[in-house]
């Protein structure tokens, strides 16, 4: 399909999206302590929106700073929210919503799903973790599935929203690894995916040619894999 939505991997679980309006959002934005995101994208500017799938540092990243020196809105889980909040996130920028909630922001719709992980910030219980559906009025559908393992419900998530592009962890250790990942590909049934959360630390040995491989071996889903700072093709 042919969108005018820009979406840009900027490294381990970090993407940022610029919607048909010029607005910009990014997604788990740990961007500069992260070894796989390109200087260019390492303290971004002009954000609008920010999007959280769950506490850990490595997708809360400069979220606080970004927010700080822009003024844009965060979206998360109720507990992570509030607990940012605590660490200096303004009223004004806070959104909270939970699992089968959707916020509207310019022309996407925001869902928020299920995603088997835990979720901590700064030594604090931060709610569940999830994953986050994208709806870009007209265009494209964009499922960011966080840091999870595979469950069954994601043959029901494929279903209901039916995404055009999935992003999928795979690198192991902290999530599911590229045999696992591949089966949440046969799932979710989506079009295009692309993998994410490998790579960035020696633990996260998740290979993203294996995982090509499994993937249009089993499925119709065609594997996208960009490099950071690349966008990905919808």
């Known amino acids: 399909m042919k969108s005018d939505t820009e979406i840009r991997w900027l490294g381990h679980s970090a993407f940022s999206m610029k919607l048909p309006s010029g607005k910009q959002l990014l997604i788990d934005p740990f961007l500069s302590q992260n070894p796989m995101t390109p200087d260019l994208y390492k303290h971004p500017k002009h954000v609008d929106a920010i999007f959280l799938t769950h506490g850990h540092e490595d997708h809360v990243g400069d979220t606080l700073e970004i927010a700080k020196e822009t003024g844009c809105k965060v ?3 109720v507990e992570l929210i509030g607990l940012l909040r605590k660490h200096g996130l303004s009223d004004a920028a806070a959104v909270g919503f939970n699992k ?27 709610g569940e973790a999830a ?21 069954t419900d994601l043959e029901w998530i494929g279903e209901f929203y039916q995404p ?4 999928v962890p795979i690198g192991d250790f902290y999530t ?3 045999v696992e990942a591949a089966l949440a590909v046969e799932l979710l049934n989506p079009a295009r995916v692309t993998p994410i959360h490998y790579g960035t630390f020696p633990v996260l040995t998740g290979d993203p ?15 996208v894999v960009p490099k950071p700072g690349e966008l990905v093709k919808v």
Do not use: C, I, W
């Open 75 to 77: 979206f998360g889980q």
């Open 100 to 126: 089968g909630g959707t916020v509207t922001f310019d022309d996407v719709s925001v869902t928020m799903v299920h995603a088997q992980h835990s979720s901590s910030y700064a030594g604090e219980y931060a």
């Open 131 to 151: 994953g986050l559906v994208f709806k870009v009025e007209k265009d494209v559908t964009f499922y960011h599935m966080g840091d999870t393992n595979a469950f």
């Open 164 to 167: 055009d592009v999935v992003a």
């Open 176 to 178: 599911m690894g590229p």
């Open 209 to 223: 040619t294996e995982f090509k491989t499994l993937v249009e071996r089993d499925t119709d889903a065609v594997v």
